[in-house]
């Protein structure tokens, strides 16, 4: 028989351990289970275990609202967040209701039965009334990676972070990475310790800032205070504070070039190279912000153990690579930290009543529903912000829903699209994100059909939304039979 759930999520990552907290905790009548296609919880944190992963989001935004966090790094690296996340989970009971291995493939929308019928790689077959997105917005199978020509002539090991094999040293070698997001200038510094050099490779700069590592006001919040209102004094304050900054860079980027242009020479002391280096032709947050812990990067540089190179690869070559102005860098191990793949709802394929949904061709209901498509829900955090301020509101409007339907009896809510959507989902203007639109659901003009990067704002709003603006519910279907009888 069929195992049945009043909901399953999918995914069992920072978000959807959220999700089942705040599931338990509101609902806790609901059956549920977490299908998670990986053999351990932590989703990304999990996955990504290259040299200093970490996050480039302050932990007291990035944590739970619910469980405080207590770790003394404001930057945690991936080791802890995983811990974090699992300790969550096994602390709430939530462990007990995760399938490992267990790889969501295809999801099946009957009407007539009013449910989902959720396939997994494995043959299983299992059915829910809703489904909830939570696995992230990239692919776990494979990164972004360029054909770079003459790779194959390379003598040393190309690796990509995203499948960094537990064995790799790069003691005393020569390494190339090839990028300058978040990875690369994460991976330098990391690895400059035990190399013999690191050269970061970029084709143009991107915009960083250097933050502390320990948050002097949250390190004196949790003297004074109890560790949950310390908490939020930390969580606030960042909160207000890469909110405000965001909004600056929006109106006044030429004030916001200055000021990191000027931190940077702050630390490397040389106009020439910073402005050769780290002064991008972009507007800031065009693209995401890269944040340094404590300036590690600068100091790898500023000592002789990093440098960075910005000009465009022609080939590889035995020795390392060859650029377009005929320079040779010569490496031992390439690491092309040149980013993701994205894919929505982690690559599943969706059907409503036989027919295929394309993502793509969906406007997105409020950021977390897909118009036309009933009873399903997707998670995905800012870009401007940590990810779970954004989650969490997610699923406290997802719950808000399913008590509304409770009460109504519904046993089926469907966003009704507007007529014009054309805006994309996530404006960014970084290469992996524009290779990917057409994947995602597309924006309205109005609400709720406007995605909007303001944290601040949907704090307000999200728990007063009206479930029932351009939403349309219905019952269960009488079966013919009883109908005839």
């Keep these: 028989m069929t195992e049945h759930f009043d909901v399953l999520i999918i995914g069992a990552g920072l978000s959807g351990i959220g999700a089942a907290w705040r599931l338990q905790k509101q609902r806790p009548g609901d059956t549920y289970a977490i299908l998670e296609s990986r053999a351990a919880i932590g989703g990304t944190w999990d ?10 989001s302050d932990m007291y935004t990035l944590s739970y609202p619910f469980r405080p966090w207590r770790e003394p790094e404001s930057l945690a690296g991936g080791d802890k967040i995983r811990q974090y996340i699992q300790d969550t989970a096994d602390e709430a009971g939530i462990t007990a209701h995760i399938r490992f291995n267990a790889r969501v493939v295809r999801a099946d929308w009957s009407t ?15 059915t829910c009334d809703f489904l909830y997105g939570c696995s992230g917005y990239y692919s776990y199978d494979d990164g972004y990676r360029p054909d770079f020509p003459g790779a194959g002539d390379f003598a040393g090991t190309v690796v990509h972070p995203q499948f960094w094999p537990a064995d790799l040293d790069h003691t005393g070698k020569r390494v190339v990475v090839i990028g300058s997001g978040a990875t690369a200038i994460t991976l330098v510094p990391a690895m400059a310790g035990e190399a013999e050099h690191v050269t970061m490779l970029q084709r143009s700069p991107t915009y960083v800032t250097a933050l502390p ?16 209102a310390a908490h939020r004094v930390a969580r606030a304050k960042n909160i207000v504070l890469t909110q405000g900054f965001y909004q600056l860079a929006r109106r006044r980027p030429q004030l916001v070039r200055r000021a990191l242009r000027g931190l940077a020479l702050r630390y490397l002391e040389d106009p020439g190279y910073v402005d050769e280096h780290f002064k991008p032709r972009y507007d800031p947050w065009d693209q995401r912000l890269c944040v340094i812990p404590s300036g590690d990067l600068f100091e790898a540089i500023r000592q002789g153990r990093a440098s960075v190179v910005t000009d465009h690869i022609d080939t590889f070559v035995p020795e390392g690579i060859r650029l377009r102005s005929g320079r040779i860098l010569k490496a031992d191990l390439v690491v092309t930290a040149t980013g993701l793949t994205l894919q929505a709802v982690g690559g599943v394929a969706l059907t409503v009543d ?42 406290r409007y997802v719950l808000k829903l399913l008590d509304h339907m409770d009460r109504h009896r519904w046993a089926t809510a469907t966003p009704t699209a507007p007529a014009r959507s054309g805006r994309p989902l996530i ?47 219905t019952r269960v279907p009488v079966p013919q039979e009883k109908v005839a009888s």
């Design 354 to 395: 036989g027919t295929p949904i394309d993502i793509g061709q969906h406007a997105a209901y409020r950021g977390v529903m897909l118009s036309g498509v009933p009873n399903f829900a997707y998670c995905i955090g800012y870009t401007n912000a940590s990810w779970t301020l954004r989650a969490d509101l997610s699923h």
């Design 213 to 228: 590592n320990r948050d002097a006001l949250a390190d004196l919040a949790h003297r004074v205070l109890p560790p949950a």
């Design 112 to 126: 007539p039965d009013a449910r989902w019928t959720v396939r997994t790689a494995d043959g299983t077959v299992l």
């Design 47 to 56: 996955l990504f275990r290259y040299p200093g992963v970490r996050s480039d």
């Design 427 to 473: 404006d960014l203007s970084s290469g992996y994100v524009q290779r990917a639109l057409d994947k995602f659901p597309r924006q309205g003009d109005r609400d709720p059909w406007i995605v909007r990067q303001n944290y601040l704002r949907d704090l307000l709003t999200t728990p007063r939304a009206d479930v029932t603006r351009d939403m349309t519910f």
